[in-house]
């Protein structure tokens, strides 16, 4: 599993084709303007390892406090298998909000197999069962 390369693929190639003129030069890289941040805790067909429910509880724990606070606007809690892997999704009041959430985040998830920190736009819940 490599998910840096998955999401640094993406800018590096719109890096190459705005330097090539390919592109405008004022498309957004990155479309969430630094706001959201999502986590991950996954499974390998085991169900998601102790550790990366112990730092899933933790991000939960720090998502209730910055909300608290006002500096989670929304979190969106979404299930994304059939053995506990979870995504949640956070939108903050600011991009320092946010980059100070991935940095607190990211000591929660150093050595923690298959939790992961991700800057990733938070899509709104599907609309197809109203």
């Given at each position: 599993?490599?998910?840096?390369?998955?999401?640094?693929?993406?800018?590096?190639?719109?890096?190459?084709?705005i330097a090539s003129?390919?592109?405008?030069?004022?498309?957004?890289?990155?479309?969430?303007?630094?706001?959201?941040?999502?986590?991950?805790?996954?499974?390998?067909?085991?169900?998601?390892?102790?550790?990366a429910r112990e730092?899933?509880?933790?991000?939960?724990?720090?998502?209730?406090?910055?909300?608290?606070?006002?500096?989670?606007?929304d979190l969106i809690?979404?299930?994304?298998?059939?053995?506990?892997?979870?995504?949640?999704?956070?939108?903050?009041?600011?991009?320092?909000?946010?980059?100070?959430?991935?940095?607190?985040?990211?000591?929660?998830?150093?050595?923690?197999?298959?939790?992961?920190?991700?800057?990733?736009?938070?899509?709104?819940?599907?609309?197809?069962?109203?």
């Amino acid at each position: 599993m490599q998910p840096a390369r998955t999401v640094l693929l993406p800018g590096v190639l719109f890096g190459a084709a705005i330097a090539s003129g390919c592109a405008p030069a004022q498309a957004a890289i990155n479309p969430t303007s630094g706001t959201e941040v999502a986590v991950y805790a996954l499974s390998r067909g085991q169900g998601v390892p102790g550790t990366a429910r112990e730092a899933l509880r933790s991000a939960r724990d720090l998502f209730a406090r910055w909300g608290a606070e006002g500096r989670v606007l929304d979190l969106i809690d979404t299930p994304v298998g059939l053995e506990g892997d979870t995504r949640l999704c956070a939108r903050f009041a600011s991009p320092a909000d946010a980059e100070n959430a991935l940095a607190e985040l990211g000591e929660i998830a150093r050595g923690v197999d298959l939790f992961q920190v991700r800057p990733e736009r938070c899509a709104p819940p599907s609309r197809s069962g109203q």
